[in-house]
């Protein structure tokens, strides 16, 4: 297999870790393959889009999620590192509200699957990070919402001293309580 699969305390999130093939002349790694992934997850997904962000230290991106044409996603940092956070936000689910949190860098490639019906955040802990990531469903900003990055009721325990830096819309996004989630 060429990668590990890892669950997380939140059992649907899933840590994966590639095989890298490296020398004195650099490195070699699948970053995605459909036939693995299936076979080492489960998970027989369909990806429509990638995304490629680059932010700052102290940039805290989240938690962002779509009530309808939920996402799933698989991120990793290939640049940087980022502390990157996914929420249970299914009022169903017996882990309601709880989250995990994992460092990913462009050092330990490690991707993460945050399926949908999460919400997912992340922060970037190095002096600048670029960030990769495929998603099951396409984005449609009418349907995008956003929980507070800081809500109690959540308590990420997010590795930032002070204020992170925040879009407005990130700055706006609704408490737990409030928010319009999933059933």
């Known amino acids: ?23 004195d002349r650099g490195f070699f790694f699948e970053s995605f393959n459909q036939r693995d ?8 997904l369909v990806f429509v889009q990638d995304n490629h962000s680059k932010s700052s230290r102290g940039v805290l991106r989240g938690l962002h999620y779509q009530v309808q044409h939920a996402q799933g996603k698989l991120f990793r940092c290939v640049q940087g590192e980022v502390y ?23 050092d330990n490639r ?3 699957w945050i399926p949908p019906g999460f919400g997912h955040g992340f922060l970037v802990t190095s002096e ?5 990531y495929k998603t099951t469903d396409y984005w449609y900003p009418e349907h ?10 959540i308590g990420i325990d997010w590795p930032v001293a002070g204020a992170p830096r925040l879009s407005a819309k990130d700055s706006a996004g609704s ?4 928010a319009d989630l999933f059933v």
């Open 144 to 153: 995008e919402r956003s929980v507070l990055w800081s809500d109690p009721a």
């Open 1 to 23: 297999m060429p990668f590990t699969v890892t669950p997380t305390r939140l059992p649907e999130v899933l840590i994966l870790e590639p095989r890298v093939f490296g020398d």
């Open 110 to 112: 490690r991707q993460l």
């Open 128 to 132: 600048t990070a670029e960030c990769l």
């Open 175 to 178: 408490r737990l309580a409030d």
């Open 37 to 44: 992934f299936q076979q080492a997850t489960g998970l027989d």
């Open 84 to 106: 990157d956070v996914a929420v249970d936000l299914r009022r169903s689910s017996p882990r309601f509200g709880q989250w995990v949190g994992v460092l990913l860098s462009g």
